[in-house]
């Protein structure tokens, strides 16, 4: 049974250690929250979305669960939810309460509540940090920072509650004590949340074509929100009893004092059930960390169905000239549902979008903005022709895209194993570096991407020119891949030592290293490399400037040693030249270098500059530096780069960096521009030539400027033939010289663009007429054709000028989504139609702008709510006419209109969204103005003007206008039914008049007739005596 001495004592020693913890806890908050126990708490929360004193229409999610919290240690907690509901309002009954209903996602959404146990510990004063498990999503981990956020309560050492966290990070906090016993039993706290360090908006997918976009913050500004909460607690036991918050956030724009207008209210509420002992000291978390403050969630559709976008697709598409004011609406609506698709739902979707409509499919994946519509891009690309130019183009544009993402990256590494060109490979190295800059991880998709490059390494004695592209593309993301993959450390460090590598592969493999720190391994290699005077200039220099970029003196001191008996003098004029700008440099960031530099050079001293345009240096002049390196005596530059940096506001930012390095360019140059060469030699001829057969005082003049040796005078003849032996010397002498190299690259904003080499250039004009061909082939000769023969044709464009799409955090976990975009659709209906005797035209244009705005709080993936306002302005005009030729004349036809044509229409409606469902907010005051107004503007046509309204300025609980309600204004064309036609005639007759005819008289008129029930007719004629030059005029009106 064992010594019951020992059993008390291991009892009483394990007692001691559990008061010795609640004595000394580590936190101030394990004194509300005992070790050894388990509180247990009902929870409920809400979020209603409302237009505050204009509509009685709310909606929005609700949530309530079971919330157990177990203190196995101080300061570390394990909290449960269970038995959770959804919610979401589905009603208002008679007294105007808002009834709640079980939301269709509800089961779903228990049981990821329930699936994993968060992890919770508080250090210091007030430092929480949660541990949510591997598989737990954003959506309800944010839920359960709204609870941690409440069960935060306020400490008892009151000085400390000034400032709390809180689901908005560190909030300044109000602190009011309503009541006390032995302790502050009942406790008010209000926050401005402007005030929170972590109330920020966090920025949504977005179109990349917009114009106006990522006013996320300007936007925020526009938002007030405020907190209050209240606390109770036991006097005894001093734990919480209950807390309830409420967050009020309200939009200001058209808002009255600051209550009535759009608004988002939040509730939680916490109740204790009961308080129980819980005897379980384990406590393990996983290794990943959270902070208390919302993340990003990716708003995704509750269900995933592609049949809504494509009935969307198909609707638009088919859209008649008479509803031509909804086309930026549906567009807008397509646009964000195409948002909410998955990648394998939207993946399906791309051959039943293509054959409804491949043009307005191109338009909204190029304009929807999220990483799923990038993939159906790039699965659309990979169906071209390998050796389509479009592939290149369209690869390459989306390497710059403003959101890379894993699933980007994954798709282009996809699209470099289908080609592997220079655009793909670079679009490929620029996406992969932009979100390693964003984002400051290793994922699985860079890994891969790095062992690919490997691959395509091997051993570095492939085709010269892929394993150049490779290496030049691994030095644009080096700082992402070579940390990623030892197998690419390896291969790019058998490119620097492999004897059999080309030099200038070789060069490229050092350079690889010039984004970052180069690793242990190969510093050894590139020192040697450095101190081998038999290797080219740009080689070392490309070596010695990659190991100053983590400067070690060790290694630098054995090159100053030996660099004033250095063999090659373009080599130590570099490093000098380099050497002296750092000395000399007053950058802060330098101060270290220049100091240990300085250290060095004392035993060393730097040779002074000699000849700075015959020898490579490092050249420093403010915010620009550059290189000029030469080789051997060649008067031309091997290598010449320039490179811009700008700092502001504490940053460095890549300006311009541009590079080119040729060779084999002296002979060329030699027989230009040489003591002997093309240019110098005739030249002077054209001089002497012009000298001679020049007036006597510009002869003197010219005979001035020229260089004093004699020469003879020279004619015509002989000019002429000098200067073709000059073109003949020329022509003999290029053939002779080796064709010349060279290599030219740019960098703009960080981003290397590529490289072009003589090779590349040479092919530019052919690559630019096939290019030309490929663009006029977009547009279809079906159309071409159509347009000439047909008046029905139908054109129009979708464009989203305006985007933008944030959330801001709510107390209850559930993200307050917020957007504004602006949607443009100009189009034309008709065409051109012509015979032999008659032409017809129709020109019917219309153009369409829709502004769309949302607020609402939801829960993305779950329930979808929130109020959308969309005012949209709409225009159309046009013409039908039909032009026939008469014997003496022409005559223009037009129909009347059968329809009223809308000159200018705008609406404002607001509506309230609920899942998929859209409920149109009827308005509390019913004062509606409504004005109408026709006036006669010519025969059988009248204008009408319309105006409707909510007026709520005799309301003191109502927001100001556009808020009150539905409005709108119309100015329209209406025909009368009188009229069927308006005909124009121009006609010419010569005339003779006078006595005997024999004055001829040039006679036009001009008739317009309205024809119809009572037909109108206006005429104009008008009169040229030729041989009395008088004109007369003479007109008809019968309204006159």
């Known amino acids: 049974m064992g010594d019951p001495k020992l059993c008390l004592l291991l009892l009483l020693s394990a007692s001691a250690l559990a008061l010795a913890q609640d004595d000394q806890p580590t936190c101030l908050l394990a004194r509300r929250y005992k070790t050894l126990h388990r509180y247990q708490y009902r929870y409920e929360a809400q979020s209603l979305n409302g237009i505050n004193g204009a509509s009685t ?60 146990p968060l992890k919770v510990v508080v250090d210091g004063m007030y430092d929480v940090k949660l541990y949510p498990e591997e598989g737990e999503t954003t959506t309800t981990l944010n839920i359960k920072r709204g609870i941690i956020s409440a069960l935060a309560v306020p400490l008892l050492e009151e000085e400390m509650n000034k400032e709390m966290p809180t689901i908005h990070g560190k909030c300044q906090t109000q602190y009011i ?91 939680q509420e916490l109740i204790l059930v009961k308080v129980s002992p819980h005897n379980d000291r384990i406590f393990y978390h996983s290794g990943i960390e959270k902070g208390l403050h919302m993340e990003a969630v990716e708003g995704k559709s509750t269900v995933q169905n592609k049949d809504a976008a494509l009935s969307l697709l198909r609707e638009l598409a088919e859209l008649d000239q008479t509803n031509g004011e909804k086309r930026a609406h549906l567009f807008h609506r397509l646009i964000t549902v195409v948002r ?112 690919f490059m490997a691959a395509q390494l091997g051993d570095c004695t492939g085709d010269k020119d892929n394993t150049f592209m490779t290496l030049r593309v691994i030095g644009n993301m080096a700082p992402a891949v070579i940390p990623a993959s030892p197998a690419l450390r390896a291969a790019v460090l ?57 400067f070690r003196p060790t290694e630098l001191g054995p090159l100053l040693s030996v660099l004033g008996t250095e063999e090659n003098p373009q080599f130590r004029s570099y490093v000098e030249s380099h050497l002296s700008n750092i000395v000399s440099s007053t950058e802060p960031e330098k101060k270290e270098l220049r100091h240990k530099i300085r250290n060095l050079l004392l035993d060393n001293e730097i040779s002074p500059i000699i000849h700075p345009t015959k020898f490579s240096r490092n050249y420093k002049m403010g915010s620009v530096e550059g290189n000029m390196i030469f080789e051997g005596d060649s008067f031309l530059p091997k290598e010449v780069m320039l490179e811009m940096t700008l700092k502001a506001f504490g940053f460095d930012i890549d300006m311009l960096e541009i590079g080119i390095d040729g060779k084999g360019f002296e002979p060329t140059v030699e027989a230009l521009f040489g003591k002997n060469g093309f240019f110098p030699d005739t030249t002077m001829k054209t001089m002497y030539y012009m000298s001679d057969n020049m007036p006597q005082r510009i002869s003197e003049i010219l005979k001035n400027v020229m260089p004093t040796q004699k020469r003879d005078r020279i004619n015509a003849q002989n000019f002429m033939r000098d200067i073709g032996e000059n ?63 047909k008046t029905d044709n139908t054109i129009f464009a979708h464009y989203i000028f305006m985007d933008n799409e944030f959330f801001l955090p709510t107390v209850t976990g559930m993200p307050l989504r917020i957007a504004l975009s602006g949607t443009f659709t100009p189009g034309i209906k008709g065409g051109l139609k012509i015979t032999r005797d008659m032409g017809e035209v129709s020109f019917l244009p219309s153009a369409g702008v829709e502004f769309v705005t949302h607020v609402g709080a939801h829960i993305p993936e779950y329930v979808n709510s929130g109020l959308e306002m969309y005012t949209n302005i709409f225009h159309e005009s046009g013409l039908r006419a039909k032009i026939s030729m008469e014997q003496n004349g022409v005559k223009l036809t037009v129909p009347a209109p059968s329809n009223p044509t809308k000159l200018f229409k705008i609406t404002n409606n607001m509506v309230a969204l609920t899942g998929s469902q859209m409920t149109t907010m009827s308005p509390m005051v019913m004062d509606m103005v409504v004005n109408k107004k026709c006036t006669p503007v010519f025969a059988g046509m009248r204008s009408c003007t319309s105006m409707e309204y909510v007026d709520a300025s005799s309301h003191e609980s109502a927001p100001y206008f556009p808020f009150t309600g539905d409005s709108k204004f119309v100015m329209e064309l209406h025909p009368t039914d009188e009229v069927t036609e308006y005909t124009a005639t121009i006609g010419y007759e010569l005339l003779r008049e006078g006595d005997d005819g024999r004055h001829k008289v040039d006679s036009v008129k001009f008739v317009l007739r309205a024809e119809g029930v009572d037909p109108t007719e206006a005429r104009a004629v008008m009169k040229y005596n030729r041989k009395k030059n008088v004109i007369t005029a003479d007109s008809s009106d019968p309204r006159l």
């Open 494 to 550: 058998e490119c620097v030592n492999h004897p059999a590598v080309d030099p200038l592969v070789q060069q490229a493999a050092i350079q690889a290293y010039r984004l970052t720190l180069v690793p242990e391994e190969a510093r050894g290699a590139l020192l040697r490399v450095l101190m081998d005077s038999s290797s080219p200039v740009q080689k070392r220099v490309a070596a010695y400037l990659m190991l100053m970029k983590d």
């Open 57 to 116: 229409v709310k909606n929005g999610p609700g949530a309530s669960c079971m919330v157990e919290i177990e203190v196995p240690q101080a300061c570390s907690f394990i909290v449960h939810t269970t038995g959770c509901q959804l919610n979401e309002v589905i009603d208002v009954d008679l007294e105007g309460n808002h009834v709640f209903g079980p939301a269709p996602t509800s089961d779903v959404f228990a049981a990821d509540m329930e699936r994993y």
């Open 177 to 267: 004590v309503n009541s006390r016993g032995s302790i502050a039993t009942d406790i008010s706290l209000n926050r401005d949340l402007s005030e929170c360090d972590q109330f920020v908006p966090i920025r949504d997918h977005t179109s990349p074509l917009a114009l106006i976009s990522g006013m996320h913050y300007p936007l925020a500004q526009l938002i007030r929100s405020s907190q209050s909460c209240n606390y109770k607690f036991d006097d005894k036991k001093k734990h919480m009893t209950s807390v309830s918050c409420t967050e009020k956030h309200i939009l200001v724009p058209f808002s009255y004092n600051k209550e009535y207008g759009v608004t988002s209210v939040g509730t």
């Open 727 to 789: 073109v003949n010397k020329l022509v003999s002498e290029l053939k002779m010289a080796q064709s010349p190299e060279a290599m030219v690259y740019l960098r703009l904003l960080g981003n290397e663009l590529g490289y072009l080499t003589t090779t590349d250039m040479e092919g530019v004009a052919n690559t630019a007429a096939v290019m030309v061909g490929s663009m006029f082939k977009m547009f279809q000769t079906d159309l071409i054709k159509a347009l000439m023969t």
């Open 340 to 451: 909410g698709l998955r990648a394998e739902t939207l993946r399906s979707a791309i051959p039943e979008a293509i054959a409804v409509s491949r043009v307005l499919t191109y338009q909204v994946l190029a304009q929807c903005g999220t990483p799923e519509c990038s993939s159906a891009i790039m699965q659309i690309l990979r169906t071209f022709d390998d050796s389509s130019l479009e592939v290149d183009a369209g690869v390459f544009a989306m390497g710059f895209m403003s959101n890379p993402s894993a699933l980007l990256i994954s798709d282009m590494l996809e699209m470099a194993k289908y080609k592997r060109s220079k655009p793909i490979m670079y679009a490929l190295s620029n996406v992969v570096k932009r979100f390693y800059n964003a984002e400051e991880k290793l994922i699985p998709e860079i890994h891969s991407v790095a062992e």
